[in-house]
Every structure is written in C-alpha cells, then in structure tokens.
C-alpha cells in the first residue's frame, strides 16, 4: 500500500535553511505527483510546491518562490524540500502528500495519500 513519511522538521531562526523529506513507498506507477503542503498556527492547509514523480516538473506557491525547492532522489524514492531564508511566517507543520495520477490541483481535498507531517518552526 502507498505510505507517505515525513521528517526533517524543526527549530531554525529567521533567515536560516531546512530540509524536510518525504518518503514514498507502494506506488506501482511513476504516474503520480507528490507535494508539500502546510498549516500554520490558526490558519488553513495550503499547497506548497508540488513535483511529478514521472517527467520532474515542478510547481511552488507564490509565498515560497525563490526560496523553497522541491527534488526528488529517485534511488530512495525520497522528495525533499529545501527551505531557505525562512521566515516566521513559514511555521507550519508540514506534509507531504500524493496524487494519482498525476494532478495539477493543489487544493488539499484533491490529493489521495497523505503522511503524518513534521514540524518546521521559525524563530525571529
């Protein structure tokens, strides 16, 4: 079965980086997309980034262009998102979840699979 595993999560200050990963087993197909989303203190979920599993297209919230990137290690089978020049506002945890097949939507109800999160906190 498809099972989705966060970590990476923790305490950095203002300005500082973070990598959180995302593990993925049970696909039988590369046909399916991964993404990060997260939720903050008091706010809704939303769609952070987004990478295909097949071709390595990619997409990133407005919010986090130019500061986060989404990769993916195919020997692992692990998609990361590096965070640079964290700011308070990127406290949230975070997850990582799966679609499939392949789509374009970063609205949370339309992902399939979801893992646990981790916990990213951003000090000022």
């Known amino acids: 079965e498809v099972q989705l595993q966060a970590s990476g999560g923790g305490l950095v200050q203002a300005g500082g980086s973070l990598r959180v990963s995302c593990a993925a087993s049970?696909?039988?197909?590369?046909?399916?997309?991964i993404g990060w989303f997260r939720q903050g203190p008091g706010k809704a979920r939303e769609g952070v980034s987004r990478?295909?599993?097949?071709?390595?297209?990619?997409w990133y919230a407005d919010s986090v262009k130019g500061r986060f990137t989404i990769s993916v290690d195919n020997a692992k089978n692990t998609v990361y998102l590096q965070m640079d020049n964290l700011k308070p506002e990127d406290t949230a945890v975070y997850y990582c979840?799966?679609?499939?097949?392949?789509?374009?939507?970063?609205?949370?109800?339309?992902?399939?699979?979801w893992g646990q999160g981790t916990l990213v906190t951003v000090s000022s």
């Open positions: 979840a799966a679609a499939q097949p392949f789509r374009t939507s970063m609205r949370p109800w339309a992902w399939d699979y």
């Open positions: 049970g696909f039988t197909s590369d046909n399916y997309g």
């Open positions: 990478i295909s599993r097949r071709d390595g297209t990619t």
